[in-house]
């Protein structure tokens, strides 16, 4: 399993949109300006928040989206699986697949093991937990004098 550069750039949008007061609603543009992620791409991948019911959005002039819920009521697995779909580190985890060997696969039983290990530190990990120690990519990016060579570290 690996999460794609959709699963990441809708928690870091996520991340843009939870230091922000429930019910503000905020374009697209600033969520990718603060996060450093191409706009079309955020675009899509909020749609998809929308309609799992992570997010809401608003039409017109002021439109852009907002949390439905409290950054602490949403969890990692929810975002993750909302833009991936089910998790499965093996094809023979996935419910729809299956797998010609399971029922007593050695491998498949570690697997789902390992799985299950996996999905609940999603579980366990909120939304609002990622906000807490995310800074916004724009801002490491200046400090790095990325986008801004102007700006630079100091030697240690």
């Known amino acids: 399993m690996q999460i794609t550069r959709a699963a990441e750039y809708g928690v870091l949008g996520l991340t843009a949109l939870a230091r922000r007061p429930l019910g503000d609603v905020v374009m697209v543009d600033v969520l990718c300006a603060e996060e450093d992620i191409p706009r079309s791409f955020l675009g899509k991948i909020f749609q998809n928040l929308a309609k799992a019911g992570i997010v809401k959005s608003a039409r017109g ?48 039983s570690l697997l789902a093991v390992a799985q299950d290990r996996v999905k609940d530190v999603f579980r366990a990990t909120t939304l609002s937990d990622l906000a807490g120690r995310h800074i916004p990519n724009a801002l490491v990016n200046r400090a790095r004098g990325r986008n801004h060579p102007k700006i630079t570290l100091a030697p240690a």
Request: charged share 20%; proline share 4%; hydrophobic share 40%.
């Open 61 to 108: 002039s002021g439109g852009g989206f907002s949390l439905s819920r409290l950054p602490a009521e949403i969890t990692a697995l929810e975002i993750i699986e909302a833009i991936e779909g089910p998790i499965a580190l093996q094809r023979c985890l996935d419910e729809e697949l299956g797998c010609e060997h399971s029922g007593g696969c050695a491998l498949c």
